[in-house]
């Protein structure tokens, strides 16, 4: 029996023939859009706006699905598959596996939002509602539950079923989507068409890093001004983006179980204080009933708020959000996916699927229903300005003006600065990992990548950002990380098919082998 003692590293080196075809599409989309921004952000928008408006009906729908097969996968009797040998134990606790999940799947972007999606709401409101209106607070209050709840994670959870159920039973030896598809694919997933899903992969990963960089570094940027009073330039956010880039370096440097492990177990400790700190220092009623009213209303049309698609006002609601929103979980899931599996050995499917959704969609919720109800309260009482903030300085000036109106600010404008350089390591170092996975030959769910390839993505990923950051090209990263989601939800159907069969495959092996036996 395999435990999480016999894990060592892997010697095994970089595929040179996946890295360089996946750091030069990240370049080739940026540096463009960089070098001549007027013309890269038109063909950005009226890209992204096609892509939103003419398949809306097709996420919406694919959303759904994805909440039924993993609700098959649990409660059928795939649920009972354990991803390891029989009585194998967990590799890790449930608290550090929780956190370890929460971590690399949300990161920074929730401490961003948290503070600001409601008032966004508030000011465009969903399903027809009037602006500023009492029933679009209401939703404003609701409708975040719905983006990060259980059909964020279930997109998340999708990918660990089939990638957990060949790393752990079927005991293959590479970390790749294109293997996972192989029972569909046959003998392509070692041609042009596997490479080309693996291409996908990372180029998802890489995007998706660009996209939590374009909303970190300018929400700790701002906090380090209002902090220290000095002023917002260039070279303060690369100071940022260094800082970050030491924290994961050493983090990836660790492993899993020192680094990535304990990173994650600090920032979920961290961000349960800092929510406890707000919950009891700010309108603690108002946030109980405000959330409870979330739960009812969200309850009450979650079935409207799946298949909604605005065919005759066109508020671009859907659009700018939901569509938003559900292309950014397909292109981070197989990230997500991938590492959620690594880390779930010992654990059955049923497990896997019920505890994914509980640590990751509660976990989302409790920041709206404290944080996100808290900017609410501030904005209707007219305690503080948060929408007109919104409108004149942006969302990062916004949450450093909310920050401020707490008691004991300067000790939890501290906490929090804390918070988001950790949340956003955790999430950089648990993508690194996984790029350094895919990218080395001859690795199963029992090794580790080898130490250079991990601190290769590290530094690699590191200096993307900063190579991003100085031409002005983290819109082009983050419009391309939506785009790239059409082709994985493609992916993501082989893989689900290719589970299916390879499930029926070893059905039938075990039948036949049951009749030598007899």
């Known amino acids: 029996m395999h435990s999480h003692t016999e894990k060592k590293n892997k010697s095994s080196g970089v595929d040179y023939n996946l890295v360089v075809p996946a750091v030069t599409c990240v370049l080739a989309v940026s540096i463009p859009a960089a070098l001549f921004p007027e013309a890269g952000g038109e063909v950005v928008d009226v890209v992204f706006n096609k892509v939103t408006s003419s398949f809306k009906w097709l996420y919406q729908l694919f959303v759904f699905s994805v909440l039924g097969f993993i609700a098959w996968c649990a409660f059928s009797r795939v649920g009972a598959i354990r991803l390891g040998e029989p009585g194998e134990a967990t590799e890790f606790g449930n608290i550090s596996w929780g956190a370890m999940l929460f971590c690399a799947g949300i990161g920074i972007s929730i401490v961003n939002w948290?503070?600001?999606?409601?008032?966004y709401y508030i000011l465009g409101p969903a399903l027809g509602v009037e602006a500023e209106s009492q029933r679009a607070i209401e939703l404003a209050s609701m409708y975040p539950l719905f983006h990060w709840g259980v059909s964020a994670w279930a997109i998340y959870v999708?990918?660990?079923?089939?990638?957990?159920?060949?790393?752990?039973?079927?005991?293959?030896?590479?970390?790749?989507?294109?293997?996972?598809?192989?029972?569909?694919?046959?003998?392509?997933?070692?041609?042009?068409?596997?490479?080309?899903?693996?291409?996908?992969?990372?180029?998802?990963?890489?995007g998706g890093i660009g996209t939590t960089l374009g909303l970190a570094v300018p929400?700790?940027?701002?906090?380090?001004?209002?902090?220290?009073?000095?002023?917002?330039?260039?070279?303060?956010?690369?100071?940022?983006?260094?800082v970050w880039a030491l924290m994961f370096s050493w983090s990836v440097y660790s492993g899993l179980d020192k680094g990535i492990k304990m990173l994650s177990r600090i920032n979920a400790f961290l961000a349960a204080g800092c929510l406890v700190f707000v919950f009891l220092a700010g309108p603690t009623v108002f946030l109980l009933d405000t959330s409870v009213n979330s739960v009812g209303l969200l309850l009450e049309n979650f079935f409207r708020m799946s298949f909604w698609t605005d065919p005759l006002d066109k508020s671009r609601f859907?659009?700018?959000?939901?569509?938003?929103?559900?292309?950014?979980?397909?292109?981070?899931?197989?990230?997500?996916?991938m590492f959620i599996a690594r880390i779930s050995r010992g654990r059955t499917i049923k497990e896997l699927v019920i505890h994914g959704l509980l640590w990751g969609g509660l976990g989302c919720c409790?920041?709206?229903?404290?944080?996100?109800?808290?900017?609410?309260?501030?904005?209707?009482?007219?305690?503080?300005?948060?929408?007109?903030?919104?409108?004149?300085?942006?969302?990062?000036?916004?949450?450093?003006?909310?920050?401020?109106?707490?008691?004991?600010?300067?000790?939890?404008?501290?906490?929090?600065?804390?918070?988001?350089?950790?949340?956003?390591?955790?999430?950089?170092?648990?993508?690194?990992?996984?790029?350094?996975?895919?990218?080395?030959?001859?690795?199963?769910?029992?090794?580790?990548?080898?130490?250079?390839?991990?601190?290769?993505?590290?530094?690699?990923?590191?200096?993307?950002?900063?190579?991003?950051?100085?031409?002005?090209?983290?819109?082009?990263?983050?419009?391309?990380?939506?785009?790239?989601?059409?082709?994985?939800?493609?992916?993501?159907?082989?893989?689900?098919?290719?589970?299916n069969r390879e499930l029926k495959n070893t059905l039938v092996a075990t039948r036949a082998a049951s009749r030598l036996i007899d």
């Open 366 to 499: 409790l920041f709206f229903f404290v944080w996100g109800n808290y900017s609410i309260y501030l904005e209707v009482n007219d305690i503080l300005p948060v929408s007109k903030i919104l409108n004149d300085q942006g969302g990062p000036a916004a949450v450093a003006e909310i920050l401020q109106t707490l008691p004991f600010s300067e000790l939890f404008y501290f906490a929090f600065i804390a918070l988001s350089f950790v949340f956003l390591t955790t999430t950089v170092d648990s993508s690194a990992y996984m790029l350094a996975s895919i990218s080395s030959n001859n690795i199963t769910g029992y090794d580790e990548p080898s130490l250079w390839v991990r601190l290769l993505w590290a530094f690699l990923l590191a200096f993307v950002g900063v190579g991003l950051l100085v031409v002005g090209g983290l819109k082009a990263v983050q419009t391309s990380t939506i785009l790239v989601s059409l082709p994985m939800m493609s992916v993501i159907i082989l893989m689900c098919f290719s589970f």
């Open 219 to 242: 929400l700790v940027s701002e906090l380090l001004v209002v902090w220290f009073d000095i002023e917002n330039s260039l070279l303060l956010q690369i100071i940022v983006l260094v």
């Open 318 to 337: 859907i659009e700018n959000w939901t569509v938003f929103y559900w292309a950014w979980w397909i292109a981070l899931c197989p990230m997500v996916g």
């Open 114 to 119: 948290a503070f600001i999606e409601p008032i």
């Open 158 to 206: 999708l990918p660990s079923i089939p990638v957990g159920y060949a790393l752990y039973v079927k005991r293959v030896n590479v970390f790749r989507l294109s293997d996972i598809c192989r029972p569909i694919i046959g003998s392509y997933a070692d041609g042009w068409f596997g490479r080309l899903i693996d291409l996908f992969v990372m180029f998802s990963i890489v």
